[in-house]
């Protein structure tokens, strides 16, 4: 399969330790408004392979070592496009809408209300009090 040719199965037939631990980093996504000229970018100066499926809200090329899948990429402009282009690294958590109602207890933001992503799991982005943002992700069992 070429690198631009779409695929619609779960990106992620197996987890690795980071997405089942709670608090550790699981994945990171590059949402921006080119994404073509970022993921030559990224496969030019970084050697990342890519792999692009239809995750039902359009395309999301995921980057890969080898076969293992390490970040993803997506358009911004159909769900943000006012939104600066931007990398948000998630945190593994078990409980995406705990963690949400949390946020708000302790003086953050829900920027990005809890929502399922099928075949993954349920994800959210955040804002603390100081304005940094991160997004936090339950992952379904067995995927990741």
């Given at each position: ?8 199965e779960p990106?992620?037939r ?9 608090g ?14 970022a ?6 100066v ?10 039902g ?24 496009p006012?939104?600066p282009?931007?990398?948000t ?29 099928p075949t ?5 982005v ?18 990741g």
């Amino acid at each position: 399969m070429s690198n631009r040719e779409m695929r619609s199965e779960p990106w992620g037939r197996s987890m690795n330790e980071s997405m089942k631990t709670h608090g550790d980093f699981g994945w990171r996504d590059l949402m921006t408004d080119d994404v073509d000229r970022a993921r030559q970018f990224y496969t030019d100066v970084i050697g990342w392979s890519t792999e692009v499926m239809d995750v039902g809200k359009g395309p999301y090329t995921v980057f890969k070592i080898g076969d293992r899948p390490v970040a993803g990429l997506m358009d911004k402009s159909p769900t943000a496009p006012e939104a600066p282009t931007a990398w948000t690294s998630y945190v593994t958590v078990d409980d995406v809408d705990a963690c949400a109602t949390r946020t708000a207890i302790a003086g953050g933001v829900v920027i990005v209300d809890p929502v399922d992503i099928p075949t993954v799991g349920r994800m959210a982005v955040i804002q603390d009090p100081t304005g940094g943002c991160i997004g936090i992700i339950t992952y379904t069992d067995g995927s990741g």
